[in-house]
């Protein structure tokens, strides 16, 4: 157990490790209950160290010995290392523990799922398989031999001898040890290969659980997409004999980047037609290539400490979306990115959890795989790229990659390759990755009819946010254009850069008042605020040019139909509905978008935008407000549902690329909106005879939401039973669904089904996940969502800390709300920070939430 008294690390405190290593050799003796690891590591004093105190992380370890050059050692031994007295000079350190695989419920280190043996190391789970500096700036070639009876026995790097009950492995790449990567079990391999650019065949390899041989398929080929993409884009080859991958099914988090030995979750990487949605099939492309990325992103550019976390993974984040953009539709994976942006990262810079790109201080660094450092440290790459250009951005890369290759690098480092290789000053712009919070752009316009001039009057600002009472202005690039009020456009885009609290911009020579376009393309993460009615918005919709803020439009006039829907029981606005017809009828633009065109905000979202507003959010009106659009817009569009939900069928063999995907999402919100206005028939056709899993969980989902689901419900489970990731969704989909009355006895319920298995961070993730996500559910006033998320975190904290504090943020909202919700939240946070034992991660979620 660990010690919950809660130690701050901070960015300022860093000192380098007092030791080099030259080389590091394991032998693991594997054993489910008393696996032995041996290790033998060549010290060497670290001439740019001062302080010489050898002092090894190790958690959970049962120390049978310790030598230094031989010599047995007795070092002082705590629950969170061991100090040694060590020569000034190079040494060898010997030393054999004893772990227990099958009890590690935390899933980090070497842990067993289904049989198998399997490791997570980042970002500090080294230290629970040997004594070690856990630390990321510690890089050493790895040697590793495994004794054991499984089939399979995998390790980082390449291959060496091998044979009856043991295999060696070689990595030649240094690394920290959060890369290190063991597995062991009876798999399957789905096998291919790949020649490098430069002619090296590769032996690529997914090794799953007998039975899943079936789902390889589609994720092998988007590894040989983001090999061949990384090459063609970034200059970037890969550089062992080897490149495995391997799904297990527990796991906390979706995939890692281990040096040529990816360990994913299985859910992020089996796919097939029959059990994947076409979102799943998209997930795991971009996750796939997001783990390949790595390997010059994070492995051989690594970070020197934790707090640099963004460095790989916001630039990582970037680069797969890049990717997604290049495979799929850059317009489509824009808007799919902002949404999501807003609905996990804003509500985060906006609460008590809010912390900068880089953080500066942390208790426990698991909490700090986050929206903010993945997603906002994507787009803050995004606007870098935006403001010194295509080419300046590719020529600072290669500068990257050419002068920190092998080095265990920071922001400092990645702000100064921008500097030199564009001659930039970046120093303003570096206040992205320090200052937390979301900024406010608000936009006045003026305009001189006599003199033809249109000014732009910008101003922005940052709320305060916790540590950070004080902001200043930061470089924000705003894309925009400007279009005649024929809608024609007369300027194209643009980009300026806001540098100051308040700025202006002129254009002059017009003939009339233009319409401005701003922040196409979503070019800076903020929250713009002008001055627009909703005919302007239906003129945007109707005329942009850019594909974002057209959809943009729509959803704003979708969003401000729902508020005066919620706040002064208004009608359904006619202009939304009418520029909704228009965009779905218009043949010109692909399925997917229309798809996309076709939702409108989240009920989570619009508790956002309230209260970004100054109101209360009251989640029982937005529910029934967002079901009343919905029935509205099936009115609306009631004479083109059946051709849109007809003509919009794929064709030909089922295929998970935009286009396939793209119709079905239109021809399933048809088929939705045809079950609001009575015929379900549709829906039960489709679940019936549907051949792949988009088709047949959308028809579940139609059937459930209008209440006539309980057949297919019970004929789901008995057709999916066996296939785990099938019944996650099966969980989930009853929960999300669920009246808000209903929602916490729903979960309830299947908490008690014979399948749920709280070890599992699918499943638990899958069943109080899903109740978080039900807005009106989890928020019922009755505060039993509350008390039953409690309740089982309470419960999942002692076995598995990360996930469990992970979840917690499904609270981070709770000063939105009113005084009686707030209440009863608090009594839970309360309640669960009060629980004996707490672990480190929980205490710290928890404390900073109640703020
Ligand atoms: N680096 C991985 C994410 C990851 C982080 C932590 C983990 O365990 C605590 C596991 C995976 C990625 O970005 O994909
Ligand atoms: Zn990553």
Same mark, same amino acid.
């Given at each position: 157990m660990r010690d919950a008294a809660p130690q701050t690390i901070y960015l300022k405190d860093y000192t380098p490790f007092g030791y080099v290593i030259d080389s590091v050799q394991l032998t693991f003796k594997l054993h489910p209950t008393e696996t032995r690891v041996l290790s033998k590591i060549a010290f060497r004093p670290n001439?740019?160290?001062?302080?010489?105190?050898f002092f090894l992380h190790g958690e959970e370890l049962k120390l049978i010995s310790a030598t230094i050059d031989g010599k047995e050692v007795s070092p002082s031994v705590t629950d969170e290392g061991l100090t040694v007295d060590a020569p000034d000079a190079p040494f060898t350190w010997e030393a054999e523990v004893e772990i227990s695989? +099958?009890?590690?419920?935390?899933?980090?280190?070497l842990y067993m799922s289904n049989g198998m043996y399997c490791t997570q190391c980042e970002a500090e789970g080294f230290r629970k398989i040997t004594y070690y500096p856990d630390r990321p700036d510690v890089m050493a070639t790895f040697d590793v031999r495994i004794e054991g009876s499984e089939k399979v026995l995998l390790s980082n790097g390449n291959p060496g001898a091998s044979g009856e009950g043991f295999a060696e492995w070689s990595d030649p790449w240094k690394k920290p040890a959060y890369l290190f990567a063991l597995v062991a079990g009876d798999l399957i391999n789905h096998p291919d290969s790949f020649t490098t650019r430069t002619g090296t065949d590769v032996e690529l390899n997914i090794w799953v659980r007998p039975g899943d041989e079936d789902k390889c398929a589609f994720g092998m080929q988007a590894l040989k997409d983001s090999m061949k993409w990384d090459e063609d884009v970034y200059g970037r080859e890969y550089d062992l004999d080897i490149f495995n991958i391997v799904a297990v099914d527990d796991f906390n988090m979706g995939a890692m980047e281990n040096k040529g030995l990816n360990i994913f979750n299985s859910s992020c990487v089996l796919a097939s037609q029959a059990t994947s949605t076409d979102a799943d099939f998209e997930r795991i492309e971009a996750i796939i290539a997001h783990e390949y990325f790595h390997n010059w992103t994070g492995n051989r550019i690594t970070c020197r400490d934790w707090f640099q976390l963004c460095l790989k993974e916001g630039l990582t984040v970037f680069r797969d979306a890049q990717f997604t953009s290049d495979m799929r539709s850059e317009p489509v994976k824009r808007i799919d990115d902002v949404i999501a942006l807003r609905a996990r990262q804003f509500p985060e810079d906006q609460g008590p959890l809010s912390h900068p790109v880089r953080p500066e201080e942390f208790q426990e660094i698991n909490n700090f795989y986050t929206a903010t450092v993945y997603e906002k440290g994507a787009e803050v790459i995004g606007m870098l790229k935006t403001l010194v250009g295509h080419d300046a951005y590719y020529k600072a890369l290669d500068l990257y990659f050419e002068r920190h290759d092998g080095d265990a690098a920071t922001i400092e480092d990645w702000i100064q390759v921008f500097e030199d290789s564009t001659g930039r000053d970046l120093q303003q712009f570096k206040r992205w990755y320090s200052q937390s919070g979301t900024p406010k752009v608000s936009v006045k316009e003026e305009w001189d009819a006599e003199n033809g001039i249109f000014t732009l009057h910008f101003s922005q600002s940052t709320a305060p946010t916790p540590g950070q009472d004080i902001k200043d202005p930061r470089v924000i690039p705003i894309a925009l254009g400007l279009l005649a009020p024929g809608g024609k456009e007369t300027h194209p885009t643009h980009v300026i850069e806001l540098t100051h609290a308040e700025q202006s911009l002129t254009f002059d020579g017009l003939d009339a008042r233009p319409v401005p376009s701003l922040l196409r393309g979503f070019s800076a993460p903020v929250i713009l605020e002008q001055e627009i009615d909703n005919d302007r918005r239906a003129f945007l919709l109707a005329n942009d040019t850019d594909p974002f803020n057209r959809w943009e439009a729509g959803g704003d006039l979708a969003r401000d139909t729902l508020i005066n829907m919620i706040?002064?029981?208004?009608?359904?606005s006619p202009a939304y509905l009418h520029g909704l017809r228009r965009v779905v009828t218009?043949? +010109?633009?692909d399925p997917a978008y229309r798809g996309l065109m076709i939702q409108h905000p989240s009920e989570t979202e619009l508790a956002g935008t309230l209260s970004d507003m100054g109101e209360i959010p009251d989640p029982t009106k937005i529910h029934i407000a967002s079901r009343a659009l919905l029935a509205a817009k099936a009115e609306t569009l009631s004479d083109i549902l059946p051709a849109l939900y007809a003509d919009n069928q794929p064709t030909g063999a089922y295929k998970p690329d935009a286009e396939g995907s793209g119709k079905r999402d239109l021809a399933n919100a048809a088929m939705s909106l045809m079950a609001k206005l009575g015929d379900l028939s549709h829906a039960k056709a489709q679940f019936a005879s549907a051949d792949n899993m988009t088709q047949q969980f959308e028809a579940l989902a139609v059937l459930v939401r209008e209440g006539q689901g309980a057949e297919a419900v019970k004929a789901f489970y008995d057709q999916w039973k066996e296939d785990r990731l099938v019944i996650n969704k099966w969980f989930g989909l009853q929960i999300s669904l669920a009246e808000p009355e209903d929602a916490a006895k729903v979960t309830e319920a299947l908490t008690q089904h014979p399948d749920f298995d709280m070890k599992n961070p699918n499943r638990f993730r899958a069943t109080l996940g899903a109740l978080a996500g039900n807005h009106a559910g989890f928020h019922h006033e009755s505060g039993a969502g509350y008390a039953l998320l409690a309740d089982w975190l309470i419960k999942l904290d002692p076995l598995n800390p990360q996930t469990t504090a992970r979840m917690c943020t499904a609270f981070q909202t709770w000063k939105r709300y009113d005084a009686g919700r707030q209440a009863l939240i608090k009594a839970q946070l309360e309640r669960i920070l009060a629980?004996?034992?707490?672990?480190r991660d929980t205490n710290e979620m928890i404390s900073r939430i109640l703020g």
């Open positions: 001439p740019e160290a001062t302080d010489r105190t695989p +099958s009890t590690n419920t935390a899933l980090e280190g706040l002064k029981d208004a009608a359904p218009d043949e +010109s633009l629980t004996p034992n707490l672990s």
